[in-house]
């Protein structure tokens, strides 16, 4: 068996993904991975990273979400890591690319754990990648599909968003879709972490914004308007 080139090995786990994710809810298909593999390349032009790591790490990152595997957080880095030792890719490679997958999403960071936490300029750019494709306008249709996947109401005056969840009330939520907006998507903007990221996510926040404005609007004309920072 010949040794595969970086972008072989590319090639041959987008075909294991896009086999993978088949009939996955819509919100977390492969076309959802398609898009934070290129927001992820587009951001690591300005960066100095290793290439093959941030492309497998965005491509991987939600081979087993944890929301659609009863919780578990597990089968992801080790479907992950099966595939890519498979692969024959290199053992450091892949103990990064697997960290990454471990240390990703928001929910994981909500509580400050102590000691050291993982960290790298490779997380930093596919965390970016990801937050971004939970804003602007495929954040706003990501988040009313899944809210619709899992029978959620879309709104519901009588029920605040909740600020201060811990990640197990944040995993266990099941709060109207719009208290999302809150308690994750118009938080995002400030947490990125690389300047590209930024600039991206500065336009897709302001896009929000005007889109909850636009729905207090609609949803009660006789209302004051609220706006996206008003439940902040």
Do not use: C
Not at 47 to 76: C, M, R
Request: positive net charge; glycine residues 6%.
């Amino acid at each position: 068996m010949h040794k595969m080139s970086d972008s072989e090995i590319v090639e041959q786990t987008i075909a294991f993904v896009k086999e993978t994710l088949t009939g996955a809810e819509g919100g977390h298909d492969f076309f959802h991975i398609q898009r934070v593999f290129r927001n992820t390349l587009f951001i690591a032009k300005d960066e100095k990273v290793d290439v093959l790591v941030v492309s497998l790490a965005a491509l991987l990152h939600d081979i087993a979400d944890a929301k659609f595997n009863k919780g578990d957080e597990n089968i992801g880095p080790e479907l992950a890591e099966r595939f890519l030792a498979e692969l024959k890719v290199k053992k450091k490679t892949i103990a990064h690319v697997v960290k990454i997958i471990k240390n990703i999403s928001f929910k994981n960071n909500i509580e400050k754990k102590r000691g050291r936490k993982f960290n790298s300029k490779e997380l930093r750019v596919v965390q970016d990648a990801d937050r971004l494709d939970a804003m602007g306008a495929i954040g706003i249709a990501r988040a009313f599909n899944y809210g619709g996947f899992k029978n959620r109401e879309i709104y519901n005056p009588e029920i605040a968003p909740n600020l201060k969840m811990t990640k197990e009330q944040y995993k266990n939520s099941a709060a109207p879709t719009i208290n999302h907006f809150y308690e994750k998507l118009l938080l995002l903007k400030d947490k990125m972490n690389t300047e590209t990221g930024k600039q991206l996510a500065e336009q897709r926040h302001q896009y929000m914004m005007e889109y909850v404005r636009q729905f207090y609007i609609e949803w009660d004309p006789l209302s004051r308007p609220m706006d996206g920072n008003e439940a902040i």
